[in-house]
């Protein structure tokens, strides 16, 4: 039972998420089954309340990768984590920049489908209302997808803005499936805990 008093900041709810996911075409949703994430459509967690996210952070261990719930310690692995979230477990490692670089040319190809306007405030629900009206299938919807997905599930930035850490490994050659997301949600885990 979490009994604490104490809440923890959410920058970036769930429920924005669930929002992009519901308003998906099914032509979209078929490319997220493509890419490794056939799970997410069907994911029904609308909220996660704030006195239980503390109690997650304030149980885990990030130097032994355990939840220590008062009766038990559990291990958190990738594998773990691939049974939650059903997403690729792959052998590629992900390489986050802390400060992806414009001149970069995912960053690049990434950010030239947005006003500046838009990149000012590159807010999660900011970018899903852009995104609504738009019917994309390829390269930029797949990028579009991760960012949203895992700004909300791994790392809002402090800034409030998606998390593009990631894309710099995004590289053109690489299926989406062969990254290794559950390690990479393992690592942000660690290192934002720490923090």
């Not at 809440?7 to 490794?36: F, H, P, T």
């Not at 997410?40 to 939840?67: M, Q, T």
């Not at 038990?72 to 400060?99: D, H, S, W, Y």
């Amino acid at each position: 039972m979490i009994t604490t008093e104490k809440k923890i900041n959410i920058r970036c709810a769930v429920n924005n998420l669930k929002d992009y996911i519901e308003n998906l075409s099914k032509e979209q949703k078929k490319v997220v089954r493509e890419i490794g994430f056939g799970s997410i459509p069907s994911f029904k967690l609308h909220s996660v309340p704030r006195k239980f996210g503390y109690w997650l952070v304030k149980n885990f261990d990030a130097e032994n990768d355990e939840i220590n719930t008062g009766v038990e310690k559990i291990k958190i692995i990738a594998e773990l984590i691939q049974k939650v979230f059903q997403i690729p477990n792959g052998k590629t490692e992900i390489e986050e920049k802390l400060r992806p670089k414009e001149t970069n040319l995912i960053i690049k190809f990434w950010c030239g489908q947005f006003s500046k306007d838009i990149l000012k405030r590159m807010y999660v629900a900011n970018l899903i209302k852009y995104l609504k009206s738009r019917n994309e299938l390829g390269r930029l919807f797949k990028l579009n997808f991760l960012v949203i997905f895992f700004t909300v599930m791994a790392e809002a930035m402090q800034s409030s803005n998606v998390n593009q850490r990631f894309l710099p490994s995004m590289k053109s050659d690489k299926k989406t499936q062969d990254f290794n997301w559950c390690e990479y949600i393992l690592n942000v885990l660690r290192r934002t805990r720490r923090q």
